[in-house]
Each structure stands twice: as structure tokens, then as C-alpha cells.
């Protein structure tokens, strides 16, 4: 069936309207975990107001030379403790954010929209970035962001979700959805979410792979459960020899962002030891 025509009633049935809550809501808000506590609580927080919902913001570091950190879905900006600490050593100052929804932020869902405004004040405030860090929903904010100014050295992207569409269908094949509630969330998220937005073509890492000319450092976990990792050599396979992938083992698509090997990855990235190129690295990890 082409969902794009498909002749629908337009009165959405109960059970759509079900499954688009579903999708479009983090399925609990997680909390920070004993050993990101200190980092968080060495953190500067702000706070700035999108959509009116209180949006908490952390920075540490002395301010000069920033990096901006930017979570994924059901996720929050505490996961990326490990690598902050780091950074710091480092003489980096992270930035981030707990998006509407998450963690100590206001609101019950968010959208990339509401992302993107973030990062926007985020660079307003910090200037530009020396790198910026997004794992999976938390890539395809950054990339939506570049066009719109967002101006940085080096891109780091971990278990990346390569487009929107592939969320959609992702969640429909998991959810096991026939044509007609596709069709119907697709109609609300075109109608309710992101209307004027041209989402289907726009929100792509693909669609900007030609436009972006920093070093990229893609990392994904070959047993990666949310995010395939064919989907990783087909976001390599799209910037043409100037991204550089690494492929970890058995860590999955959480559990990635604290590993030590790919805090090292990154540090080593950022200061120059790991230029871009399209050569394969595979790191092997423990159980």
C-alpha cells in the first residue's frame, strides 16, 4: 500500500491514536545512576525555557573550549559521565542538557524541533564548539542543527539513528503495525508534531552527509538492539571516505556510552590522534 495516498478515514481510530502516544512519549524517565552522581553534582546548572517547559542545562569545566554532549531518547545528560570527566582532564568544558521530558527537565515528550532550539541557545550562549557528542535520536538533532548555524570542529556520532523515517518504521515493525496505523501515526506526526517541516527528506543524517565537511567519528556496537549496525556503514558509506567508523562488541546501544574503550576512542578523536578516514577499526570488549 503507498501510505502516502492511502484512501484512510480521517477521523484516527482509537487504537492510532494509541500508538502514537506510544511512540511519541519516553517510555519512563530514568534516573541519574550512583556512579554519574558526582559528575552531576560538580555540574554549573541553568535553565532555559522551551515551549514553557523548564529545560535544566549543566556545564563544567572553565568555559574555554566547549563541547556540547547531547543525549538520545529515554536517556539523559548524566550518561555521559564517564566522558566528561574525561573531557575535563582534558582541559574541554562540557556542555549539555536534559531535553523536555528527560531526566530534571519539565514536559512529558519531546521532538526534534524542541532539540534543535535547545542546541541553538546552547550555541548562543557557549559560542562555537570544539565537538560536538550526540548518541542515536541525540545525532540526528545535531545534523538538523547544523544547517540552522551550529558551527563546530569535529562531530562524534554513537549507535546513530541515521533518519526519521527509520525510527517510524522501526517502531511499526516492532509493534508489528499494519498500513493503516502507519499511515495514521505518519498523519500525526506530519499534522501534530512537525507540521511545515519537511521530515521525511530533511530529517536524515544522508540528506546533510554532502554539506558537512568537519572530521565525523561514527561509533556503533555490532550488537546494537535499538539501532542496526548497518545502519552505521550506511551513514559511513554516505560521507565518502571522510567519516571514520569504529565498531565495538557487546555493548549494545546503552551500555556503549560508558566504556572505557570508546571514552578513549573519543578523547584521542578530539585531540588529534584519530583523523578521519574511512578506514574500519574494530575494538574487541570484554563481557
Known amino acids: 500500500m503507498d501510505l502516502a495516498t492511502a484512501a484512510v478515514d480521517p477521523v484516527l481510530s482509537a487504537e492510532g491514536e494509541k500508538m502514537f502516544d506510544l511512540f511519541r512519549r519516553p517510555q519512563g524517565r530514568s534516573r541519574p545512576r550512583p556512579d554519574e552522581r558526582a559528575v552531576t553534582e560538580s555540574a554549573r546548572t541553568g535553565e532555559l525555557s522551551i515551549d514553557g517547559k523548564a529545560v535544566v542545562t549543566y556545564a563544567w569545566g572553565s568555559g574555554e573550549r566547549p563541547v556540547l554532549l547531547v543525549h538520545g531518547w529515554e536517556s539523559r545528560a548524566s550518561r555521559y559521565a564517564k566522558l566528561i570527566t574525561r573531557l575535563v582532564e582534558l582541559g574541554y568544558s562540557p556542555v549539555s542538557f536534559d531535553a523536555p521530558g528527560h531526566g530534571e527537565s519539565e514536559g512529558d515528550s519531546t521532538t526534534l524541533v524542541e532539540y534543535r532550539a535547545i542546541i541553538a541557545r546552547l550555541h548562543a550562549a557557549h559560542g562555537d564548539f570544539e565537538a560536538v557528542v550526540g548518541h542515536s535520536f541525540g545525532v540526528l538533532a545535531l545534523f538538523l542543527s547544523l544547517p540552522e548555524g551550529l558551527r563546530t570542529d569535529r562531530i562524534v556520532g554513537i549507535s546513530s539513528v541515521p533518519d526519521f523515517s527509520y525510527l517510524v518504521d522501526s517502531f511499526c515493525a516492532h509493534m508489528a503495525l499494519g498500513p493503516r496505523l502507519e499511515y495514521e501515526i505518519r498523519h500525526r506526526l506530519e499534522r501534530d508534531l512537525y507540521p511545515g517541516e519537511d521530515m521525511w527528506t530533511r530529517f536524515s543524517l544522508l540528506h546533510h552527509a554532502s554539506h558537512v565537511r568537519v572530521p565525523l567519528l561514527l561509533i556503533h556496537d555490532e550488537n546494537d538492539e535499538a539501532v542496526g549496525a548497518e545502519q552505521a556503514e550506511r551513514i559511513a ?51
Open 237 to 287: 558509506g554516505a560521507f565518502e571516505g571522510r567519516a571514520r567508523l569504529v565498531v565495538t562488541r557487546r555493548l549494545g546501544h546503552r551500555r556503549i556510552l560508558g566504556a572505557p574503550v570508546v571514552v578513549d576512542t573519543i578523547s584521542r578523536f578530539l585531540t588529534g590522534g584519530e583523523p578521519a578516514s574511512d578506514e574500519r577499526k574494530v575494538e574487541v570488549t570484554a563481557r
